[in-house]
């Protein structure tokens, strides 16, 4: 009970670590919080009396306060996690600075009491809504009053009041959500003597907090896993909620603290970054007790939200809680973007604003000359009458003066021509947006079935938008190909193996192995060679045998895949699928299950493989992700037999560099060949090559792996620099060609939105030719277009190849009338080009004098083909474009790598697919497939476009209809005098 | 055998398919969402165009051809007397004589009728530069008080002829009636009075629903600055219809009120006698005084702008509906172009 009190009543325990208040107020602006994991400071707790693991508290707060101080980093979040038999958790405890947010999150923006007086200040943000205050203001004045008083507060009241009923609606509806959400509950080891998790409400779950999962259970909070129910320390999490992606990711404990359970006691501090909005970034390291050192990163973390699957529980500490959540930080909406029409719309207001104050002008000065002109008459004169005799003293009828006179008179004009500024037509477009979006998300027509997704309009203000574009920039991977992979064919050891035929169930042909008295088999079927087969089975000791053994461990081992067994309604049949992030690995993996060698099982110490019938268990003792600078991944296992060995795997390009060339020169040759091949085939191609680690090299790999891992600043370059310096010196394996499947209906997509006069231009980062047959296979290029192909290394190369594509262009364009002439008929006498440039060249065209001779060229080809092209390089061709036109564009694309492109554009459009959300979450519409632009832009785009512009236009001529006539006819009245 | 395992096999599809449309998002097919619902946008086709055309041209010229021989067929007689109406000696200062209440206003006026008018004769006073659409003058009244006997405080709309100094109500209220015309025209032919009837000038409708039968006129014209006409306080306003036609406020400067109607043929070169009773003053502001006799028609008064409208409007496009069956003749591309071309800029 006391322990109770001491951790939910009292505000303010004091600080469990002495070292660290100096240090703090020396820099305020770290969080500080903790875990009174200390009894002998912590006189709040009486309940941790006799902590028996409990090291000095001196020498911890002292070791607290030299790491902090060793902590470059200004922007550091300290997280205390203190708990020892015994001992009770304390509430977590704010630092000096800034503290962390509670748990509790709130989305709703107004309490009872600000409703009013806020939503009526966000109301009043919009221009609309002032203008209409300011006339019924003038509205209110007695001499003004041209309409009646309440007459013209009605409208502005009517619509306040709908958009607060509308803002309180929701606004509970968030707060309802809000309460719904805080008021779960999570286990948390509880504070008591005899450590336990309790059922916790999430308002209540403070940073430091450790929390415990169960399977299927939601994360209350950013946390760092300690302990998972596996005894390697994997957890699965379905992070759905978050990006949207459906399969599991695999998160990891570290070693170090997944040998004690909570309950067991543990103590460390955390060092995080301050919340940021990265998803897919964490750096933050763990101080062990022993002064040990752990580094944490984005594997080690579960963020809010994310399920538990696949585990029976998983305990870890809370390091971002509320509103500090990545998710919470990544809440807010896409950037808005103003459609063109509107843009030109507000011209045309400001324009009409002009002509209003004229027309008020022209009004008021022809009432001051007819008040000067009759000034001496406006006393007797029946139908003006200046003076009111009524009353005993003589004293003027609502007149103040021909000056006074003539200001009122321009009010008045205001008020009543007040209708020439089409405010309500802004309100009006609003609506006819929201219908248009309605029909599009309600188009058949744009429904993916296999998706089962429905097309999203995101952005609500730039449907018209839809119909001007005339240029698509679109990604390749994921958008107009599937990227569903299927392992085609390999190459090993220079023979080039791609004879296979479709596999068939019923055949012997695929693969099971046996465990005990059940059947495991790989989920998805590969084509195999028979003659490959045949090799890895009877090959035995062959030099070639070997090879291709050695080939398709590679396969097996070098990866992230996590194998995942599935029941089947055949108890003695067992389906093992393979979850991961990469759909090539994916590819590569079942290709080697399909060829005998089943992952079985991964953890984050080694994998169990089934080499041809014999499990075998593989240490694996480092893994170099894949990263875009290197275009490669490795791995480095230790064998059954007690060597170590290095396997990578890569694109060709950064392959060949780190292979040694001094031996088996045919075999490259061969496989260059092979690799050639395959990629005209539209294949994407990956080499492997292996290397045998000497005691030496791997102890020194190892030690500065340690190292780069655990460093909590440029972790990421140290690891780069750790793999680049053993991957080298390789033994080529072989290769492997993997076809990337067109989604449905691209070609036929391309060739409407061709006809349409819509220029497509793709961007991609895969390699040339790649591309290039990619390009053919959708229709994109034909076999009679000319290419011109940039390709260069360096400013001057590129400077001359762009000059050369010029000249040539010229040639062309000048034969062309001519080939137009002799060909009227046929209409297609005119040579097309298409130009082909790779992201190499692009690093020295654009954002340099040369990108205006880029765009020269480019804007005189019908296709243009970018590939091996950064992110950001992508951003800056669509800018290319749209700095130098008036014309519309448009970005398309699926991955976190199409991001920065699909903002850069007009319009932005995400497609849903297997790269994750990201890119839908940056873009203004999303959909499932490619194909779909063609009803969207030709059918939606045009008649958004056409209605909007005719209800624009509309709008105007029915205000000036209805303003001039009133003008005209006091222009009227006033000439006849 | 086969059948049983051939139905529980399509039974199970069934479940499933149902399963699968309860998750799937598809959206549910209609016309309306779809935007499938039947329309009809007419084509600019040259048929229809030159048909539409020719039909308008058709229709509009008869109309106009007949509005204008009416409105030829109609007989207006107009004087104009402020100026002639002051004595030699005084029209320098005409505000004198018009404001001096001991001076003589009758004036005598000799008409020719220029052709034969059949009654009944319509006759009007006309004025000229007088706003009566001016906004403080239409906002002064108060048609509560004018509906209603009981209403007769509500004088609030009518500054600043409301109350006269005293604080009583003026009944009619307001500016526009207080500058009630009080010209009046006496007629006779060859030495023979020509009698006006007055009554049914006005709106029926306004008699009966916006001049209240038990409302009299009080306080009327009492103040210290007299703006026309007095009204006889014995009979209720309902009754009084010159001030009910004087109270419909014209939205142009330049009007005609109904005065009364002669109800004899005046026959051609005819000379008629006005006596008038010159007291309205329009010379403080510049204003003009007319008098118009007029015969009717089926279309009004004397009015060619309809006629003439009317005939512009089929000329043009009987005009237009021939150069297109020419065009359509000789050069029927280039009309389809160009029709295209209108239907584009319409949409």
């Known amino acids: 009970m006391a322990a109770n009190l001491g951790l939910f009543s009292d505000p303010s325990p004091p600080p469990p670590i002495s070292g660290h208040v100096p240090s703090s107020r020396r820099r305020p602006s770290h969080d500080r919080i903790s875990f009174a994991p200390d009894s002998s400071h912590s006189a709040s707790s009486p309940s941790a009396l006799g902590v028996p693991a409990r090291h000095g508290s001196r020498a911890e707060s002292e070791r607290l306060a030299a790491s902090q101080r060793d902590l470059p980093d200004e922007d550091a979040r300290l997280v205390v996690v203190g708990d020892a038999p015994g001992t009770a958790e304390a509430a977590a405890r704010l630092g000096l600075g800034v503290g962390p947010a509670g748990n509790a999150v709130r989305t709703g923006k107004y309490s009872v009491l600000s409703f009013l007086p806020r939503n009526l200040f966000e109301q009043f943000r919009r221009v609309a809504y002032v203008y209409f205050l300011v006339i019924a203001v003038l509205n209110q004045l007695p001499q003004l009053a041209v309409f009646g008083r309440g007459a013209s507060l009605l409208p502005l009241a009517f619509v306040l009041f709908v958009t607060a009923l509308k803002d309180a609606y929701e606004d509970f509806r968030r707060h309802r959500s809000d309460r719904l959400e805080n008021n779960r509950s999570s286990l948390v080891l509880g504070p008591s003597p005899l450590p336990r998790f309790l059922p916790k409400p999430w308002k209540r779950i403070r940073v430091g907090d450790v929390v415990k999962l169960l399977a299927d259970d939601p994360a209350p909070a950013d946390m760092v896993l300690l302990s998972t129910s596996d005894p390697t320390g994997v957890a699965y999490v379905r992070t759905t909620n978050l990006d949207g992606e459906s399969n599991l990711k695999s998160r990891y404990a570290k070693q170090e603290t997944l040998a004690r359970t909570p309950e067991d006691g543990f103590a460390g501090v955390i060092r995080c970054e301050r919340p940021n909005r990265n998803i897919y970034g964490f750096h933050a390291n763990l101080e062990l007790r022993g002064g040990r050192r752990v580094s944490l990163g984005p594997s080690n973390i579960v963020l809010r939200g994310c399920e538990l699957k696949n585990t029976a529980w998983a305990v870890g500490v809370v390091v971002y809680a509320g509103k500090d959540t990545k998710v919470m930080l990544n809440s807010s909406g896409a950037p808005s973007k103003r459609s063109r029409l509107e843009t030109r719309m507000n011209r045309e207001t400001l324009f009409l604003s002009v002509f209003l104050l004229a027309m008020c002008l022209i009004v008021c000065t022809l009432n001051g000359i007819w008040l000067v002109v009759h000034q001496n008459e406006l006393e007797l004169m029946q139908f003006f009458r200046k003076r009111d005799y009524s009353g005993g003293d003589e004293k003027n009828y609502n007149y103040y003066g021909i000056a006074m006179t003539v200001f009122i008179i321009f009010l008045m004009a205001v008020i009543v021509f007040q209708i020439m500024i089409p405010i309500s037509l802004y ?157 090539d690995e994916q590819a590569l993996v079942y290709a080697a299950a399909a060829y005998g060698f089943v992952l079985v099982e991964r953890t984050s110490g080694y994998i169990v493989i089934d080499v041809l019938g014999d499990r075998q268990r593989f240490d694996v003792l480092g893994l170099h992700e894949f990263d875009s600078d290197r275009k490669r991944m490795s791995v480095i296992i230790g064998c059954p037999d007690k060597t170590v060995k290095l396997y990578v795997k890569g694109a060709d390009n950064s392959m060949f560099g780190v292979i040694d060339k001094s031996i088996n020169l045919d075999i490259i040759r061969a496989t260059e060949t092979h690799l050639h091949n395959y990629s005209s085939l539209g294949l994407r191609t990956l080499v492997v090559g292996t290397r045998k680690l ?77 591309a290039i047959s990619i390009g053919y296979s959708c229709k994109l290029l034909t076999r009679e277009m000319t290419q011109i192909i940039i390709n260069s290394y360096s400013r001057e190369a590129c400077r001359k190849s762009l000059e050369d594509a010029m000249a040539m262009c010229n040639k062309l364009t000048e034969l062309s009338p001519m080939a137009q002439s002799s060909t009227t008929a046929a209409g297609s006498g005119r040579i097309r ?83 994750g959300r990201q890119a839908v979450m940056a873009s203004d519409f999303s959909m499932g497939q490619f194909r779909f632009l063609v009803p969207l832009l030709l059918v939606h785009g045009h008649w958004n476009y056409q209605r909007m512009g005719y209800m624009i236009l509309y709008n105007f001529y029915k205000n000036a209809a209805f303003v001039l006539v009133l003008f005209w006819y006091m222009q009227l009245v006033h000439e006849d005098k | 055998m086969n059948s049983k395992a051939g139905s529980t096999f399509g039974s199970d599809g069934a479940t499933d398919s149902s399963a699968a449309r309860r998750n799937s998002k598809k959206p549910k097919y209609s016309k309306f969402t779809q935007q499938e619902l039947p329309a009809c946008k007419p084509l600019l086709t040259p048929g229809i ?118 604080g009583l109500a003026i009944v009619p209220c307001g500016l526009i009636a207080w500058s009630l015309f009080n010209d009046t025209y006496s007629f006779s032919a060859n030495s023979k009075s020509l009698q006006v009837n007055k009554k049914d000038i006005a709106w029926q409708s306004d008699k009966k629903h916006k001049f209240g039968s038990d409302v009299y006129p009080k306080n009327f014209q009492s103040g210290g600055l007299i703006g026309g006409a007095s009204l006889n306080a014995s009979i209720p306003l309902s009754e009084q219809e010159d001030l009910i036609v004087w109270m419909r406020t014209a939205a142009l400067p330049t009007f005609r009120k109904l005065y009364g109607r002669i109800e004899v043929d005046l026959e051609a070169n005819e000379e008629i006698t006005v006596v008038i009773q010159n007291n309205y003053n329009t010379y403080s502001f510049g204003g003009k005084k007319k008098l118009v006799l007029s015969t009717t028609s089926w279309i009004g008064g004397k009015n060619n702008f309809l006629g003439v409208a009317y005939l512009t409007v089929g000329g043009l496009c009987l005009f237009l509906a021939m150069g297109f069956i020419l065009l359509y003749v000789f050069k029927p591309s280039n009309l389809i172009s160009w029709l295209y071309c209108g239907l584009s800029l319409r949409l």
Request: aromatic content about 6%; charged content about 25%; proline content about 3%.
């Open chain 1, 427 to 583: 309100i009006s477009m609003e609506l006819v947006r929201l219908g248009q979006a309605y029909f599009m998300t309600r188009d058949t027509n744009l429904y993916d079935e296999s998706s089962n997704l429905r097309f999203q309009c995101r952005a609500l203000n730039i449907n018209e938008d839809l119909g001007q574009i005339k240029y698509i920039f679109s990604d390749k991977t994921g958008t107009l190909t599937e990227n569903k992979m299927e392992f085609q064919c390999a190459t090993v050891g220079g023979v080039d193996y791609s004879g296979g035929k479709a596999p068939s169930p019923i055949e012997t042909g695929f693969y099971s192995i046996v465990v005990g008295d059940q059947f495991w088999r790989p989920k998805m079927l590969v084509k195999t060679d028979p003659e490959l087969a045949k090799l890895l089975r009877n090959g035995g000791e062959t030099e070639e045998g070997k090879c291709a053994r050695e080939f398709f461990l590679a396969l097996a081992a070098c990866n992230t895949i996590v194998p995942l067994i599935l029941e089947t309604p055949d108890p003695k049949q067992k389906l093992i699928d393979y979850q991961g992030e990469s759909p």
């Open chain 1, 694 to 770: 000497s005691r030496t090299e791997f102890e020194e790999w190892q030690s500065a792996y340690e190292k780069a891992s655990t460093a909590l600043l440029g972790r990421a370059g140290l690891l780069r620099t750790v793999a680049t310096d053993i991957e080298r010196n390789l033994h080529i394996l072989g290769a492997t060609g993997i076809e990337d499947k067109l989604q449905k209906g691209v070609p036929e997509a391309i060739e409407s939105l061709r006809q349409a006069g819509i220029k497509v231009w793709v961007l991609t980062g895969d390699k040339q030719e790649t």
């Open chain 1, 833 to 915: 080009l298409a130009l082909i440039i790779d992201g190499n060249s692009l690093v020295y065209i654009l954002e340099t004098d040369l990108q205006e001779e880029l765009f020269g060229i480019a804007s005189k080809c019908d296709v243009v083909l970018c590939c091996r092209v950064a992110p950001l390089q992508k951003a800056g061709i669509v800018a290319l474009v749209k700095h130098r036109t008036d014309d519309m564009t448009l970005a398309i694309g699926d991955g976190a790598n199409d991001v920065s492109m699909i903002q850069m554009a007009d319009v932005g459009i995400g497609i849903s697919g297997q790269e």
């Open chain 2, 49 to 166: 165009v030159i048909s539409t055309f020719a039909l308008i041209g058709i229709i509009f010229i008869p109309i106009g051809l007949a509005s204008l021989s009416a409105s030829e067929h109609v007989v207006e007689l107009v004087d104009r007397y402020d100026a002639d109406c002051v004595p030699q000696h005084l029209r320098d200062d005409k505000l004198a004589f018009i404001q001096n209440s001991q001076t003589n206003k009758t004036c005598t006026r000799r008409l020719i009728v220029p052709k034969q008018m059949s009654s009944p004769i319509q006759v009007y006073y006309q004025l000229d530069n007088f706003y009566q659409n001016h906004r403080r003058y239409v906002k002064s009244r108060s048609d509560k008080q004018l509906k209603s006997k009981s209403s007769e405080r509500e004088t609030k709309t009518c500054e600043p002829e409301g109350t006269t100094g005293d």
